[in-house]
């Protein structure tokens, strides 16, 4: 009985003609090239320098850093890459301030520094010790909610509420900046004080909030109602933790 090893090219198998090279002989002329043609490869890979062990990094151990939030104390073990959004959420409890990006580009975690604006994410905790640190736990006041968050809740000026804690923040400190005379990017002439807080100023100056639930145009409502119905709100909601007492916050602690 015939084998598979014989089949091929066993003596049996007919003559290859010379025009017709035997499956044999085209094996071997194929393995040939293809030894030939790996050999450069396999000669760089032997070549190829092996790269020295990476340094190991020393960390930099944490150490207490003190922040004053809404009024109140924390000394926190922090590393100094922590940023302030993460001092805020993950040490200190404080989670209402939210994480959206993590890069700036989303405005959820704006909380204020000294009545002044920032992304939480972007700046590190140590770098905010002692400034007056306000997040949305801090803006209402012995229980009593703000202004702008009354407006936000009346002007339906949310839906899933993710990016509602840093659209207050922001918006309150908007009021203030504009009392100050800050114009913006829309401000027709910007040696001057803005004329008036238009709905154009007030889109321009919380462009750095994304809602991705789309409620802008009640959030444009309720920042143009506090400002138009009392004028004094933006001061209502900062005033007090950027005014609190010493002998509170240690009280507080
Ligand atoms: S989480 Fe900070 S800007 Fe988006
Ligand atoms: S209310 Fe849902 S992202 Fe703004």
Redesign the pocket.
């Known amino acids: 009985m015939p084998t598979h090893t014989d089949r091929p090219d066993s003596s049996d198998a007919p003559a290859a003609t010379p025009n017709q090279p035997s499956r044999r002989r085209f094996l071997q002329t194929a393995a040939a090239a293809a030894t030939v043609g790996a050999a450069p490869h396999l000669h760089a890979q032997t070549q190829t320098p092996v790269a020295p062990p990476a340094p190991v990094r020393q960390t930099v151990p944490p150490r207490p850093v003190t922040l004053t939030v809404n009024g109140r104390p924390y000394t926190l073990q922090l590393e100094p890459r922590v940023t302030l959004?993460d001092a805020l959420r993950e040490y200190a409890g404080l989670m209402g301030t939210?994480?959206?990006?993590?890069?700036?580009?989303?405005?959820?975690?704006?909380v204020l520094a000294d009545g002044r604006r920032i992304?939480?994410?972007?700046t590190l905790a140590v770098m905010h010790e002692g400034e007056q640190i306000t997040t949305v736990e801090g803006l209402a006041s012995n229980g009593v909610l703000s202004p702008m968050q009354r407006a936000f809740i009346e002007h339906d000026a949310f839906q899933c509420g993710y990016c509602t804690p840093g659209q207050l923040c922001s918006a309150t400190a908007l009021l203030n900046e504009f009392r100050n005379g800050t114009a913006s990017t829309v401000t027709a002439d910007v040696r001057d004080r803005p004329a008036q807080l238009s709905d154009a100023e007030i889109r321009e100056r919380m462009s750095g909030n994304i809602c991705r639930c789309g409620a802008y145009a009640n959030i444009v409502a309720a920042v143009r109602a506090v400002h138009d119905g009392s004028g004094q709100t933006g001061n209502a909601a900062v005033g007090p933790l950027q005014g609190q007492p010493q002998d509170s916050a240690q009280r507080n602690a």
């Open positions: 959004l939210k994480k959206g990006c993590d890069r700036g580009q989303c405005g959820a975690c704006t992304n939480a994410c972007l």
